[in-house]
């Protein structure tokens, strides 16, 4: 980065922390060192790769650094129940997406995310039903048919109370069908064992699975984003197809329960015209996401809906 976008980069996070109007109760001169990121899972998955990429361009808009710390353990809830814990000075933040929902609900373990406040959500990463090609069904139309008639029938591959089994639920739900589920750890095996004919359908994304639907041995019948993906332009979503569902992993940042208001309106706010940068949002698309940002409020919102829908199902999360 050059001595000019730098300065301007300067000037527009002092401009941003003008327009907030910082309340007295916060340092005016937050954040004044690094804040650290908590992510509850290993190195080079899906929510470590996407947040790096937050981390490097935030300290453009922060001022500061924002370190990711991996804390892996106990699906995703071992960090979080760290972060939970920490003093709700503004100087620690943890990455959340919907699995910590499902944990909770399923009794793994206590941590929720009323612990916490919403700061934002950045990325987004769609995730579609696939199915194996030899499969009678061409369209989720014929899926739904194929599963009521013969209830139980089909073979459906998830992580066990992780979100794959919710997003799986939501469908079944909406689409009042039943389907028998089989238990994998990642993504990735579960697409090897469609791909092998093992089992029949199994939620994937763009990373798992285009390579076989693009050589002919997986097929796309719909996915759980707003509106038709550039990538799949033919695949159609759970919503123009009639479902009111959004079957995405979202993942975004939250702090500790307590932590002052203007904190977080500095962080939600700095992180807006973060996510109108380019640079950033093809990194974001590098990565396998979308670049889909919610605000404070919104994201408040998003995971209170979910948190109700989760709750419904909970009792089918734990068969």
Known sequence: MNDTTTRLLSTTVLAACASLGFAATASADYPERAIEMIVPWGVGGGSDVNMRVVSNYA????GQPMPVINMPGASGTQG??????REPDGYTVAQIHEGLLVSYYTGLTDVHPSDF???????????????????P???????????????GEIRFGVTLAGVPHLHSAMMEQAADYEVSYVGFEGTGQRIQSLVGGHIDAAIGDIASSLEFVENGDLKFLAVGSAERLDATPDVPTLQE?????ELSINRGLFAPAGTDEAILDYLSNAFEPMAEDEAFIEAINNAGAEMVLRTRDEYGEYMDELDQTVADLAEQLEQ
Not at 122 to 127: A, K, L
Not at 137 to 151: G, H, K, R, W
Not at 241 to 245: A, M
């Open 59 to 62: 300290e453009d808009y922060l």
């Open 80 to 85: 979080l129940a760290e972060a939970r814990e």
């Open 117 to 135: 406040e919403p700061i934002a959500s950045f990325t987004s990463s769609p995730q579609y039903l696939v199915v194996n090609a030899d499969r």
């Open 137 to 151: 069904y061409d369209t989720f139309e014929e899926f739904v048919e194929y599963a009521q008639e013969n209830p």
């Open 241 to 245: 197809l009639g479902y009111d569902l």
